[in-house]
Protein backbone atom coordinates (compact mmCIF):
# COMPACT_ATOMS: atom_id res chain seq x y z
CA UNK A 1 0.00 0.00 0.00
CA UNK A 2 1.08 3.35 -0.89
CA UNK A 3 1.53 6.33 2.00
CA UNK A 4 -0.26 9.21 0.84
CA UNK A 5 1.31 12.12 1.71
CA UNK A 6 -1.70 14.06 3.58
CA UNK A 7 -2.38 17.09 1.65
CA UNK A 8 -2.41 14.34 -1.21
CA UNK A 9 -5.18 11.91 1.28
CA UNK A 10 -7.42 15.36 1.66
CA UNK A 11 -7.71 16.83 -2.05
CA UNK A 12 -8.74 13.06 -2.83
CA UNK A 13 -11.17 12.37 -0.58
CA UNK A 14 -12.43 15.71 -1.57
CA UNK A 15 -13.16 14.34 -4.82
CA UNK A 16 -15.06 10.86 -4.74
CA UNK A 17 -14.29 10.53 -8.48
CA UNK A 18 -10.20 11.41 -8.55
CA UNK A 19 -10.22 9.35 -5.19
CA UNK A 20 -12.17 6.44 -6.99
CA UNK A 21 -9.71 6.99 -10.41
CA UNK A 22 -6.45 6.90 -7.98
CA UNK A 23 -7.73 4.19 -5.94
CA UNK A 24 -7.39 1.85 -9.21
CA UNK A 25 -4.04 2.74 -10.69
CA UNK A 26 -1.12 0.21 -9.74
CA UNK A 27 0.91 -0.06 -6.98
CA UNK A 28 3.54 1.65 -9.21
CA UNK A 29 1.85 4.13 -10.55
CA UNK A 30 0.78 5.80 -7.24
CA UNK A 31 4.07 5.73 -5.93
CA UNK A 32 5.62 7.63 -8.86
CA UNK A 33 2.93 10.41 -8.26
CA UNK A 34 3.20 10.26 -4.89
CA UNK A 35 7.28 10.88 -5.08
CA UNK A 36 6.51 13.44 -7.75
CA UNK A 37 4.32 15.39 -5.40
CA UNK A 38 6.85 15.00 -2.42
CA UNK A 39 10.35 16.20 -4.82
CA UNK A 40 8.10 19.16 -5.04
CA UNK A 41 10.91 22.01 -4.15
CA UNK A 42 7.77 24.83 -3.44
CA UNK A 43 4.39 24.31 -1.48
CA UNK A 44 3.29 26.08 -4.63
CA UNK A 45 5.09 23.16 -6.87
CA UNK A 46 3.65 20.75 -4.58
CA UNK A 47 -0.23 22.15 -4.95
CA UNK A 48 0.39 22.73 -8.67
CA UNK A 49 1.39 18.64 -8.79
CA UNK A 50 -1.21 17.46 -6.92
CA UNK A 51 -4.24 20.09 -8.88
CA UNK A 52 -2.81 18.33 -12.49
CA UNK A 53 -3.01 15.05 -10.89
CA UNK A 54 -6.57 15.25 -9.26
CA UNK A 55 -7.69 16.74 -12.76
CA UNK A 56 -5.89 14.72 -14.61
CA UNK A 57 -7.28 11.50 -13.46
CA UNK A 58 -11.15 12.68 -12.23
CA UNK A 59 -13.97 10.87 -13.66
CA UNK A 60 -11.88 8.60 -16.22
CA UNK A 61 -13.56 5.18 -15.12
CA UNK A 62 -12.18 3.16 -18.64
CA UNK A 63 -9.52 0.88 -16.32
CA UNK A 64 -9.46 -2.31 -15.27
CA UNK A 65 -12.13 -4.84 -16.68
CA UNK A 66 -13.08 -2.01 -18.32
CA UNK A 67 -11.02 -1.16 -20.63
CA UNK A 68 -9.93 -3.09 -23.92
CA UNK A 69 -6.45 -5.21 -23.32
CA UNK A 70 -3.93 -5.96 -25.38
CA UNK A 71 -4.47 -9.49 -27.10
CA UNK A 72 -1.80 -11.65 -25.12
CA UNK A 73 1.17 -12.57 -27.68
CA UNK A 74 -0.55 -10.51 -30.55
CA UNK A 75 -1.49 -6.96 -31.39
CA UNK A 76 -3.05 -4.52 -29.05
CA UNK A 77 -7.39 -3.83 -29.24
CA UNK A 78 -7.43 -1.07 -31.84
CA UNK A 79 -10.59 0.94 -32.30
CA UNK A 80 -10.38 0.39 -36.47
CA UNK A 81 -8.82 -2.71 -38.43
CA UNK A 82 -5.36 -4.44 -37.36
CA UNK A 83 -3.37 -3.89 -41.02
CA UNK A 84 -2.63 -7.64 -41.82
CA UNK A 85 1.23 -7.26 -41.28
CA UNK A 86 1.01 -6.02 -37.90
CA UNK A 87 -0.68 -9.52 -37.08
CA UNK A 88 2.70 -10.85 -37.13
CA UNK A 89 4.01 -9.27 -34.18
CA UNK A 90 4.34 -10.15 -30.66
CA UNK A 91 4.15 -7.44 -27.68
CA UNK A 92 5.73 -8.06 -24.27
CA UNK A 93 7.25 -5.72 -21.42
CA UNK A 94 10.77 -5.22 -22.05
CA UNK A 95 13.41 -6.73 -19.60
CA UNK A 96 16.72 -5.47 -18.43
CA UNK A 97 18.56 -8.29 -20.87
CA UNK A 98 17.21 -6.39 -23.94
CA UNK A 99 18.69 -2.83 -23.28
CA UNK A 100 21.42 -3.24 -25.69
CA UNK A 101 18.98 -4.60 -28.54
CA UNK A 102 16.36 -1.43 -27.40
CA UNK A 103 19.67 0.91 -27.51
CA UNK A 104 20.21 -0.53 -31.08
CA UNK A 105 16.97 -0.39 -32.42
CA UNK A 106 16.20 3.17 -31.46
CA UNK A 107 19.68 4.49 -32.90
CA UNK A 108 18.72 2.62 -36.36
CA UNK A 109 14.86 4.18 -36.09
CA UNK A 110 16.05 7.79 -35.04
CA UNK A 111 19.60 7.65 -37.68
CA UNK A 112 17.70 9.66 -40.02
CA UNK A 113 16.29 12.39 -37.79
CA UNK A 114 19.74 13.55 -37.29
CA UNK A 115 20.90 14.99 -40.29
CA UNK A 116 16.87 16.49 -40.59
CA UNK A 117 16.70 17.97 -37.37
CA UNK A 118 20.78 19.06 -36.38
CA UNK A 119 20.86 17.64 -33.64
CA UNK A 120 21.20 13.96 -31.88
CA UNK A 121 17.53 13.04 -30.88
CA UNK A 122 17.04 12.36 -27.43
CA UNK A 123 16.17 8.97 -27.42
CA UNK A 124 19.13 8.28 -29.13
CA UNK A 125 21.22 9.45 -25.33
CA UNK A 126 19.44 7.47 -23.18
CA UNK A 127 20.50 4.89 -20.92
CA UNK A 128 17.93 1.90 -21.83
CA UNK A 129 18.93 -0.14 -18.66
CA UNK A 130 17.53 2.68 -16.31
CA UNK A 131 14.56 3.20 -19.04
CA UNK A 132 13.67 -0.19 -18.52
CA UNK A 133 14.03 -0.18 -15.08
CA UNK A 134 12.26 2.90 -14.48
CA UNK A 135 9.85 2.96 -17.40
CA UNK A 136 6.90 1.44 -18.38
CA UNK A 137 8.86 -0.45 -21.80
CA UNK A 138 6.81 -2.44 -24.40
CA UNK A 139 8.83 -4.12 -27.15
CA UNK A 140 7.16 -5.74 -30.63
CA UNK A 141 9.17 -8.89 -32.12
CA UNK A 142 9.28 -10.26 -35.10
CA UNK A 143 11.13 -13.60 -36.04
CA UNK A 144 12.63 -13.49 -32.45
CA UNK A 145 14.04 -10.02 -33.25
CA UNK A 146 12.98 -6.70 -31.46
CA UNK A 147 11.31 -4.57 -34.32
CA UNK A 148 9.50 -2.45 -32.37
CA UNK A 149 9.69 -0.07 -28.77
CA UNK A 150 7.34 2.26 -27.13
CA UNK A 151 8.34 3.73 -23.70
CA UNK A 152 5.77 5.41 -21.29
CA UNK A 153 5.28 7.10 -18.37
CA UNK A 154 3.53 9.27 -16.22
CA UNK A 155 4.33 12.93 -15.99
CA UNK A 156 2.87 15.97 -13.89
CA UNK A 157 0.76 16.40 -17.26
CA UNK A 158 -0.58 13.22 -17.30
CA UNK A 159 0.17 9.87 -19.60
CA UNK A 160 3.37 10.03 -21.44
CA UNK A 161 4.31 8.50 -24.93
CA UNK A 162 8.00 8.80 -24.02
CA UNK A 163 9.71 7.31 -27.14
CA UNK A 164 8.21 5.40 -29.87
CA UNK A 165 10.69 3.55 -32.49
CA UNK A 166 10.20 1.40 -35.51
CA UNK A 167 12.69 -0.03 -36.98
CA UNK A 168 13.58 1.11 -40.38
CA UNK A 169 13.11 -2.39 -42.11
CA UNK A 170 9.44 -2.56 -40.23
CA UNK A 171 8.12 0.53 -41.42
CA UNK A 172 4.75 0.81 -43.17
CA UNK A 173 4.10 -1.89 -41.54
CA UNK A 174 1.67 -0.69 -39.24
CA UNK A 175 3.55 -1.61 -36.24
CA UNK A 176 3.98 1.87 -35.18
CA UNK A 177 0.16 2.52 -34.87
CA UNK A 178 0.24 -0.68 -33.07
CA UNK A 179 2.31 0.30 -30.60
CA UNK A 180 -0.15 3.63 -30.15
CA UNK A 181 -2.46 1.59 -29.65
CA UNK A 182 -0.91 -0.05 -27.02
CA UNK A 183 -0.07 3.34 -25.27
CA UNK A 184 -4.30 3.88 -25.34
CA UNK A 185 -4.75 0.83 -23.80
CA UNK A 186 -2.23 1.22 -21.06
CA UNK A 187 -3.20 4.98 -19.97
CA UNK A 188 -6.63 3.65 -19.97
CA UNK A 189 -6.30 0.65 -17.50
CA UNK A 190 -4.16 3.24 -15.40
CA UNK A 191 -7.30 5.44 -15.20
CA UNK A 192 -5.99 8.25 -17.91
CA UNK A 193 -8.88 9.76 -20.17
CA UNK A 194 -5.55 10.93 -22.63
CA UNK A 195 -2.39 10.77 -23.92
CA UNK A 196 -0.25 12.47 -24.57
CA UNK A 197 3.43 13.06 -27.10
CA UNK A 198 6.04 15.57 -28.32
CA UNK A 199 7.71 15.76 -31.29
CA UNK A 200 10.65 18.08 -32.68
CA UNK A 201 8.73 20.69 -34.94
CA UNK A 202 11.05 19.67 -38.21
CA UNK A 203 9.47 16.51 -37.96
CA UNK A 204 6.98 17.54 -40.07
CA UNK A 205 5.15 13.29 -41.19
CA UNK A 206 5.22 12.51 -37.68
CA UNK A 207 2.96 15.69 -36.63
CA UNK A 208 0.79 14.94 -39.79
CA UNK A 209 0.60 11.26 -38.35
CA UNK A 210 -0.41 12.00 -34.84
CA UNK A 211 -2.91 14.61 -36.34
CA UNK A 212 -4.55 12.06 -38.71
CA UNK A 213 -5.04 9.52 -35.68
CA UNK A 214 -5.98 12.35 -32.93
CA UNK A 215 -3.93 14.03 -31.38
CA UNK A 216 -4.05 18.27 -31.44
CA UNK A 217 -1.66 20.30 -30.73
CA UNK A 218 -1.62 22.09 -27.49
CA UNK A 219 1.63 23.77 -26.62
CA UNK A 220 5.45 24.73 -28.93
CA UNK A 221 8.30 25.13 -26.15
CA UNK A 222 11.20 26.41 -27.14
CA UNK A 223 14.85 23.77 -26.50
CA UNK A 224 17.60 25.85 -27.73
CA UNK A 225 17.11 26.87 -31.21
CA UNK A 226 14.06 25.08 -31.95
CA UNK A 227 10.51 24.21 -30.30
CA UNK A 228 9.12 20.72 -29.40
CA UNK A 229 5.66 20.33 -30.44
CA UNK A 230 3.08 18.96 -27.56
CA UNK A 231 0.17 17.17 -28.57
CA UNK A 232 -2.29 15.19 -26.99
CA UNK A 233 -5.34 12.63 -27.51
CA UNK A 234 -8.48 12.49 -25.77
CA UNK A 235 -9.17 8.85 -25.15
CA UNK A 236 -12.75 7.57 -25.93
Known amino acids: MVA???DLAEALDGDPQARAAFDRLAYGLKRKHVQAIQDAKTPQARQRRI???ITTIRGHDNTGENASPAAAGGTPAREGPVPD???SYSFRQAGRPDARAVAALVHAAYHDYTERIGITPRPMTDDYRQVIRDYHVTVAEHDAAIAGVIVLRVTEEGFLIDNVAVHPAHRGSGLGRALLDVAETQ????GFGSIYLYTHEKMIKNLALYSKIGYAEYDRRPQGGFSLVYMRKHLS
Do not use: D, M, S, Y
Open 51 to 53: TTL
Open 85 to 87: QAR
Open 187 to 190: ARRA
Open 4 to 6: EPP
